[in-house]
């Protein structure tokens, strides 16, 4: 079992930029393949971004590509999302979740959430 909890949430400016960190607990955090989502008000959660057991592969949504940059540090127990070029529309609250299938962005492929960490960009 796995047990993660989410930090860095904020309230940042548009185009600003913004780091959220997932701390893990267990000693198998290598073998799950690891997957940020958000859920804004009045919408359902999304993915957002997820990186191999190894942090050797990322895969990521479309609207996060190229200013969102997901990575991991096995050693650590650790999985970030470095957020730039943030807009009004990336404001949510962010979860972190583990799950077994790389590429997977479906919700029901992920067996552990955190408890989420609020990302507030203001224009």
């Known amino acids: 079992q796995v047990q993660l909890g989410e930090s860095g949430g904020g309230l940042v400016q548009t185009g600003g930029s913004l780091r959220l960190s997932c701390a893990a607990s267990?000693?198998?955090?290598?073998?799950?393949?690891m997957g940020w989502f958000r859920q804004a008000p009045g919408k359902e959660r999304e993915f957002v971004a997820g990186?191999?057991?190894?942090?050797?592969?990322?895969y990521y949504a479309e609207s996060v590509e190229g200013r969102f940059t997901i990575s991991r540090d096995n050693a650590k127990n650790t999985v970030s999302l470095q957020m730039n070029s943030l807009k009004a529309e990336d404001t949510a609250v962010y979860y972190c979740?583990?799950?077994?299938?790389?590429?997977?962005?479906?919700?029901?492929?992920?067996?552990?959430w955190g408890q989420g960490t609020q990302v507030t960009v203001a224009s």
């Open positions: 979740a583990a799950g077994q299938r790389f590429g997977a962005r479906r919700i029901e492929n992920y067996n552990y």
């Open positions: 267990g000693r198998t955090f290598s073998s799950y393949v």
């Open positions: 990186i191999s057991g190894s942090g050797g592969m990322a």
